[in-house]
Nanobody, 124 residues
Framework: VQLQASGGGSVLTGGSLRLSCAAS????????MTWFRQTPGKEREFVAA????????SYADSVKGRFTISKDSNKITVYLQMISLKPEDTADYYC??????????????????WGQGTQVTVSS
């Protein structure tokens, strides 16, 4: 599976961005597609996940109510709509796909396939 992330950019506090992650290759119904983010010197952090079959979603507490993960099965693309952005949301955002067990869903090590990062900068 190959993943292509896009949509990053620079916005002011309170602004919005929509990230996209387009997949090529087989995406099986049992896959989970996830967004992580990382800032220099810190570990990669879970942001949001969506089950390919059924569309069940999960969010980090820090983004609940502001970020929405969704998918387009026809385009094999996952989106991350981000609103009310804060400076602390500044990071490189990565999409990943895999089949983690539920207790590992928020762990980067559980995902074998990754897209390149797309940078999000939120300034005050």
């Amino acid at each position: 599976v190959q993943l292509q992330a896009s949509g990053g950019g620079s916005v002011l506090t309170g602004g919005s961005l929509r990230l996209s992650c387009a997949a090529s290759g087989p995406i099986y119904s049992y896959y989970i597609m996830t967004w992580f983010r990382q800032t220099p010197g810190k570990e990669r952090e879970f942001v949001a996940a969506i089950r390919w079959s059924g569309g069940t979603t999960s969010y980090a507490d820090s983004v609940k109510g502001r970020f929405t993960i969704s998918k387009d099965s026809n385009k094999i693309t996952v989106y991350l709509q981000m609103i009310s952005l804060k400076p602390e949301d500044t990071a490189d955002y990565y999409c990943a796909v895999g089949r983690p067990i539920s207790t590992m869903m928020r762990m980067p090590s559980a995902y074998p396939f990754w897209g390149q990062g797309t940078q999000v900068t939120v300034s005050s």
